[in-house]
């Protein structure tokens, strides 16, 4: 039975990453940004597909412009909504690109695809509180340099966009100092709670009339134009020629007041981004489009099994690369600092970074955007807390015990796997547990790619305004499974650890 024990834990293995492996030529994939209106529009191609005649993978909710773009030149999303303004201003900075003709040109060039306008222009904005704007006379932007007391919050994209914060604040000669970037969602909720006085908003944005906020004029015209379209990769000609036909259909049919009232079902309403876009899709074709909204037991389960099989390939794979190196570690004393170093310096690289970083690299290996770069991420994160509890063990190992080993003529290989890692199990399997239970908790950060897991709901908890109920759908289940996660390995520990360490240990 032992012996079975590795073959059946590489065929899980192998189980767990094979969806992430490519996908049937039938298949599209649709990206989308983590804020509403992009949520929507991707629903609305994803309609569009499986009227096509195409299965769809959805990766709704990635945060970001970069990371969606570097996915899309990967090839891990076939098609994503985008605007032309944050291509010239942002993905394309510096490039003095302007006009649909220069875009296309630069795509083409790129292998990439965009369509016609879709009918409407979301170009940002400045906003307050309108009471606020009013008792201090604030009506346009360049009306802000009178202030200069504000506190200002803006997105974090927005903080390092080509037009955003630096040369929004240089245009107007803008003298507030309290300026910082947080989350767009919880930016609307502080801005309604009266924490901060401005941040920017998209002009499309249903929390605009919903907030009753002042929408600042644009007097000197920094902001571009924003006309929303789709970006896709150019093998769908081939590949999807009616799905393609479908963008065709697409292009002008949403006017301004169109996308507010959708964004407005969403974040108002409560409707979910896929019913809003349905109804679109059938007044849009006048074709049926199915969709099917699971239940939140239903929801919980789907997520608890995408996370769990994020945890379960990463902490099995860094188990199995880690044990060695902490080995490796404690055998040669000249090594032991080099790889410490190396997996401590992994662990201080920031979450979101690392996942961008990982994009095109496993994009390489994989056409699966999120669950991939996801299980990476966990895998080098994992690797510390093993590979130093692994040292650990071995180091603080009594030097009698060894002399005694050695007393016996027990030959290396011998004395590691009957004597010093024995002894060391139950630091090492401490070191796996804290890998696990953080893995848990790290793997939310996976919806921010479109991952799965519980961090899905959780985004779109944040993303929706006031929506308690799909929040708590990710976030309760992701404590009670590290909760789980630490009782297990507490189990694991009785069978694994011999009796006379744990009896010592409790004593």
């Known amino acids: 039975m032992r012996r079975r024990a590795p073959g059946v834990l590489v065929c899980m293995l192998i189980a767990a990453i094979a969806p992430a492996l490519g996908q049937t030529p039938s298949s599209v994939t649709v990206g989308s940004k ?47 909504p985008e605007y032309t303004g944050t291509m010239s201003e942002e993905i394309f900075a510096g490039r003095n690109l302007r006009g649909e003709a220069a875009l296309r040109e630069e ?33 346009t932007t360049s009306d802000l340099r009178d202030h200069p007391d504000l506190r200002l919050r803006f997105s974090n994209e927005f903080m390092q966009r080509g037009d955003g914060w630096p040369s929004l604040a240089r245009r107007y000669r803008l003298p507030q100092e309290d300026v910082r970037g947080m989350e767009h969602a919880l930016a609307y909720e502080a ?26 004029e644009d007097d000197l015209s920094h902001f571009p134009a924003y006309q929303a379209v789709l970006v896709y990769r150019a093998d769908l000609d081939e590949r999807a020629p009616a799905l393609v036909a479908a963008f065709a259909e697409l292009e002008g049919s949403i006017d301004e007041n169109a996308m507010i009232d959708m964004n407005a079902a969403v974040e108002i309403d409560g409707l979910s981004e896929t019913r809003v876009a349905a109804e679109f899709v059938e007044s849009l074709t006048g074709k049926k489009a199915e969709f099917h909204e699971d239940g939140a037991l239903a929801q919980i389960s789907r997520y608890g099994l995408e996370h769990v099989r994020m945890v379960f390939v990463s902490l099995f794979a860094a188990t199995l690369a880690a044990i060695p190196l902490g080995v490796l570690a404690a055998r040669h004393a000249a090594l032991a600092q080099p790889i410490l170093g190396v997996v401590g310096i992994i662990q201080t690289i920031p979450a979101i970074a690392l996942l961008v970083l990982l994009i095109h690299p496993v994009g390489a290996i994989t056409n699966d955007l999120g669950f991939s770069q996801t299980v990476v991420a966990l895998f080098l994160y994992s690797l510390l807390p093993i590979v130093r509890n692994t ?11 060894r002399e005694s080993a050695l007393a016996l003529g027990l030959p290396p290989r011998v004395r590691l796997w009957r004597i010093e890692l024995p002894l060391a199990s139950r630091t090492i399997l401490a070191g796996i547990k804290t890998a696990a239970v953080i893995n848990v908790g790290f793997a939310t950060l996976g919806g921010l790619i479109g991952a799965g897991g519980f961090g899905d709901p959780i985004f779109a908890g944040i993303r929706r305004r006031d929506d308690f109920t799909t929040l708590v759908i990710g976030a309760i289940p992701a404590a009670v499974l590290a909760l789980l996660v630490q009782g297990l390995f507490e189990l694991i520990e009785r069978r694994v650890v011999p009796r006379g360490l744990r009896l010592k240990a409790d004593g």
């Open 191 to 216: 801005l309604a709670g009266g924490a901060i006085d401005v941040t920017d908003l998209y002009s499309t944005d249903a929390k605009i009339r919903s907030l009753n906020l002042q929408v600042l």
């Open 34 to 80: 983590s804020f509403t209106e992009s949520v929507i529009l991707g629903e609305v191609v994803a309609h569009l597909a499986r009227q096509s005649g195409f299965s769809v993978a959805r990766k709704e909710g990635v945060g970001g412009t970069r990371l969606l773009w570097e996915a899309l030149l990967a090839g891990q999303i076939d098609v994503y």
């Open 391 to 401: 040292y650990t063990g071995l180091v603080t190992i009594s030097p009698h015990l």
């Open 107 to 139: 795509l083409a060039r790129l292998g990439l695809r965009m369509t016609r306008p879709l009918g409407f222009n979301n170009t940002y904005a400045l906003g307050m509180k309108r009471d606020l704007a009013q008792r201090l006379g604030i009506r």
